[in-house]
């Protein structure tokens, strides 16, 4: 089945530490999403690459970076992350304008 | 600024039909999307609405009116599990599928 892959569901890192989170995708959409998700709150937005083009939110912390390699695989890299960094990030895919398609989601600790 | 406003919590019995409100004041518009997200799960999609008036699918329809800011999700024959957080969703940013979500009502259904 087509879908939208997190790996993996479950991170814990320690302050500081590097931590990357990836995203592959079978649907072929042309556009990936990260979206940070704290306890009880609204999905937010990080960035979004549309084919190769980033785009970053102008609210998204220096520490937040992405890759995407090709069209099926998208990274989230957290450079440093602090206690305030844990939360789901999900990462969720669509063609131009259409509904988005989520993944899993991985759930990162911060210790 | 962007705003999206529904109710944080709502209660309904088994059986019965509940209808969870959003409205909502963007910078842009490209569609209203209704998410549904069963606790630590990802979002999932429900339905779209771009133009005035009610669409339906199966238990579930949803309603918009561009001119008021206003849509609503309705949901018959409630089942327990259609326990979950429901969120509205406000498409912007062009072809780009942007969107900017509220942060949820929590519908709990009751035996």
């Known amino acids: 089945d087509a879908m939208v892959i997190q790996n993996p569901r479950y991170q814990v890192t320690q302050f500081g530490k590097p931590v990357t989170l990836s995203c592959s995708q079978t649907?072929?959409?042309?556009?990936m999403y990260w979206y940070q998700q704290k306890s009880s709150q609204a999905p937010k937005l990080l960035f979004h690459?549309?084919?190769?083009?980033?785009?970053n939110e102008a609210d998204t912390p220096d520490n937040f970076q992405s890759r995407r390699p090709n069209t099926s695989f998208c990274f989230l890299d957290i450079r440093s992350p602090g206690l305030g960094d844990a939360a789901m990030y999900l990462c969720?895919?669509?063609?131009?304008?259409?509904?988005?398609?989520f993944g899993p989601g991985t759930r990162l600790t911060v210790l | 600024g962007q705003n999206i406003d529904q109710p944080t919590e709502m209660t309904a019995t088994e059986g019965a039909i509940v209808q969870i409100n959003c409205t909502y004041q963007t910078s842009g518009f490209n569609g209203l999307f209704w998410y549904q997200q069963h606790a630590g799960e990802a979002p999932t999609f429900l339905s779209y609405n771009v133009l005035d008036g009610l669409e339906e699918k199966g238990r579930f329809s949803s309603f918009l009116s561009r001119s008021k800011g206003y849509s609503y999700l309705l949901l018959k024959e409630l089942q327990m599990k259609d326990s979950a957080s429901y969120l509205c969703a406000v498409g912007y940013g062009g072809s780009q599928g942007n969107l900017i979500f509220g942060k949820g009502t929590k519908l709990s259904v009751k035996p």
């Open positions: 649907l072929n959409h042309n556009v």
């Open positions: 690459y549309y084919d190769k083009d980033f785009n």
């Open positions: 969720a895919t669509s063609t131009t304008g259409h509904e988005q398609f």
